[in-house]
């Protein structure tokens, strides 16, 4: 179901950017993410890597 959602935010952002763009106004789309670690997590190092949310993208 997320997957899905974001593919549609996309897909929609890019066509409303290309209508907006040439009137010089800029598209924003944001996605509220209920935790950092869903998108970002961190080994024992401190070395990056994705959550499920990003790797989903």
């Avoid at 929609?12 to 106004?25: A, D, Y």
């Avoid at 670690?37 to 401190?46: E, F, L, P, V």
Wanted: hydrophobic share 35%.
């Amino acid at each position: 179901m997320w997957r899905v959602q974001i593919r549609e935010t996309i897909k929609s952002q890019l066509q409303k950017g290309e209508v907006l763009f040439g009137r010089g106004i800029k598209c924003l789309s944001i996605f509220f993410i209920d935790e950092v670690a869903k998108y970002r997590t961190y080994d024992a190092d401190g070395g990056p890597g994705l959550g499920g949310y990003g790797r989903m993208l």
